[in-house]
């Protein structure tokens, strides 16, 4: 069985969302699918469709677990998850991955991140993507809290740190 | 975006299960594959794993929605969700099918075809396959309580039926 | 802690759904308020409706999961849990419960009942107040599927099997 | 039906956990309680079990989530709701709340302030309570991320804060 990572990140809307994190998501994905991962995401716009994109790019799988709807996916999703459960989705998300990467994001990834941590996934944070990733780096908050992430400076290095820690 | 077609029914302890149900199962997953969907289930053993094996024999990929871990996978399975919700993964699968193929089944197979009915999803049962899909048809059970499903004798008729209904 | 008892059946606009069975849920829901338990159910109307009524005429205490709003519970739901999970919610109502009784009801209802007999709970079904209930009743099936549910003719007896499995 | 208010915080082996953070605990649950609200809350130790104590002294009724199993409820607990979600049940505390209050905390603590904000739940962080909530407020971090939380001194500004808010 091929290993399922996570992409998490600020949908389209985000005001702080920048090319530069869309486009380390693409390389992301384009990464995952090469090195014979399956992307796993909300399967909306932003950075999980630059992720899907990438992977679909490197000649991979894409799986959308999405709140309600399949018309809420974007085009490069391959199998959209009608999970019925709205932001409780998030979970599954984050259950079902072997690592976790984090992109920029507000407090939906937060939500995510949290999520990873409690459930003692391997956790990446893809620092100078802006948002909530940077806020945790830059702040150095949480460092004194149990329950630990891990910093990646680029597309490469992420994919590095999930694959040293993929049971 | 590929259809995704739930198949459930008896996981390999349930000493209803016969050699004809495992064929259809096979059968029905092939089927599934060669249309040009994408099979989704429990990814267990029994009904679940003979489906799985068909799909990869006509060419499709594979997704199970675990209970807990990907250790319970059966081997044809290609994407493993650790839903980490128990017997509620039930849910899951039926919320992201865009039909429901039942065969023989128990309890669990019972709770997934109401699940089916209650979100109104396209639900078929494959006559003769013995267990709780046969109790239903063969006591006409239940044909006067709103909320249908379908009946097919094999697996072309199942699969004929399942995209009649897909949206 | 006091012992928390589930009651399922039709809603309100179940066709099926007879004065005889929503006088037998006012009867259970008294029943377990006279006897220390806390009444749980789906918060809204028909079967639920009667089971809280009789629980508040017996001093007792009790909780609606909603499928996702307040509005939808009836006036007599002490607690109001908004799951937000829809059909979903079934899971958490059955999970939650030491004992289930299972009054008339439709898909959902059998939903219910077979959750409560995956997860193992003490599932009894009230005879005589008509539909899915009856119909597994009066036809035998699913009697030689593994699993089983107790059947009471009243609302004493179903309090008696419920107690007599309480942990 | 009256309001549901949750108290989310530490664990009682979060190291960072004080005196005064189990003291406003208290105070917080007893004021519930006063006010004529129902106390929420995962149903263990620490946070929970103090605003659970405090509920009781004040004449309230206390609901718990438990992860799992009613043997990992706190004395102070009246009804308690087994999930068989794990960490997930946090979703249901806060989908059920019609305000939150979050006291010191962790990262399983931060997983309910990043669920309520992004469900739009009136959210109120107690200062000087240490954990994550002070992380929050004393970096100032994510106050330029979309979505909000309320900052309370004490139990009386917490309560004051939360009914503002209840629709």
Known sequence: MKPLIAVCGSDE???????????????????????GAILICGGRGGIMQSACKGAKEGGGITIGILPFSKGEANPYVDVAIESGLGHFRNYIIISSADAVIAICGRWGTLNEIS??????KPTILVKGTGGVV??????????????????????????DLAFRFIR
């Open 134 to 159: 940077d806020e945790i780096i830059e702040n150095k908050i949480l460092e004194n809290i149990e329950g630990r992430y891990l910093i990646a400076r680029d597309a490469k290095e992420a994919l």
């Open 13 to 35: 809307d985000d005001e702080n969302l920048g090319d530069k994190a869309l486009k380390i998501a693409e390389e992301i994905g384009k990464e995952i699918a090469k090195r």
């Open 115 to 120: 999520t990873s941590i409690i459930l003692g």
